[in-house]
């Protein structure tokens, strides 16, 4: 008991030493002029040719080493090197190769922003001097620039800690696509007393200097689902003494096409799709199993719980009417869990668009229709108020530039100012405008735990 005791002291010392560091030693507190000039002042630092320098060479770094979702290990190592140098802390790991850090006072209010750091199973179609070095895997969606902003922002909050009036979370997540990286996350308590979070995405619709978001729903909850039809195989030419699978998959995925067209409302966005299909392998014998699969997206999470269960009750159904069996399975697993609909949250959006304003002008912040693609973010937005926008970085005087997911995507370095500028703004005003109506003090043991 006693080894137990001292072992605690020597690690509360440690923690403690390491918070006392992580305070700075006196705050600013700024004026509400103050307060409004910070998204300008904020761009014009990370405009600065070294800056914009530093975040280029970071972000090229991560993209001529792409890696999977919780494989990222150098891009976190990377992440944990640059921010030694900036002497802010972190903890690391957390859901395998995630790491938060901290910059501030180490009190409430507390705000995250939030950036994801894995790759795709893509071969780099794009020629020139920084293509991945990793045959099959490039970063295509963007990630990279994502980490390079983040650090961006981090570098502009450390050089004005003194004037933070709170806490500052840098989340760097791995594991977006598709496999629940943020899930984990939250897991691991990575958002933890944390009061809001911002999350952002570059994107090639619209132009360098414009952001886009909305109030509500912007991006859709989506879901797998895999079904085996069973039946009773024989030849082609004798089917009275079979049971047709194949038939039977065929009713079915005429059926699951009626739930959108006459069961969901019609201004409730729904999808219902079935991409796989597989069964037999000639042409005059019916098998005794067939394969479909497919993905299911809605815009509440109401509606994305009942698609769910209609997609189950129809397949094992319709399968029935045809003497055959089936079996449904959502791939709802740690592997790739459902993804809920990201939802932004009213008074955050208020927020975001009065910092954006202030640093583009009102004509640069646009109003965006919802998407059926799916953003893992969510599951962040299901334990603190959360808000996901989108950083254009399309430039018509240069190559058009392709989207998300293509061997040909490329990223307009000149976006990475913005996204850094925005998370950095976005953060410090929070803090700022909140700080008076924070209640919340850490407990003494497990706040210096977590920090």
Known sequence: MGLF?????????????????????????????EVAKIPVKFLDLAKKQEVLDWMVGVRRKIHENPELGFEEFETSKLIRAELDKMGVPYRYPLAETGLVGYIGTGMPPIVAIRADMDALPLQESVDWEHKSKVPGKMHACGHDAHVAMLLGAAKILKQHQHQLQGTVVLVFQPAEEGIGGAKKMVEAGAVENVDAIFGLHVSVDFPIGSVASRSGPILAGSGFFEAIISGKGGHAAI????????????????????????????????????????????FNVIPDSVTIGGTFRAFSKESFIQLKQRIEEVITRQASVQRCNATVIFDENEKQPLIPVTVNDKDLHKHWRNVAENMLGSKNVIERQPLMGAEDFSFYQEVVPGY???????????????????????????VLPYGAALHAALAARYLAENHSKSTFTFPEASSHDEL
Not at 400 to 414: A, M, R, V, W
């Open 388 to 414: 996901f926008f989108f950083v254009g970085m399309k430039d018509e005087t240069k190559s058009t530039l392709k989207s998300g997911h293509s061997p040909y995507y490329t990223i307009n370095e000149d």
């Open 239 to 282: 089917p009275q003494h079979t049971i047709d699978p194949i038939l039977a998959a065929s009713t079915v995925i005429v059926s699951l096409q009626q739930l959108v067209s006459r069961e969901a409302d019609p201004l409730d966005s729904q999808v219902v799709t079935v991409a796989k299909f597989q069964g037999g392998v000639a």
């Open 5 to 33: 005791i001292l072992n605690r002291m020597v690690y509360l010392i440690i923690i403690v030493t390491m918070f006392t560091a992580f305070v700075p030693p006196s705050i600013c507190i700024l004026s509400p002029e």
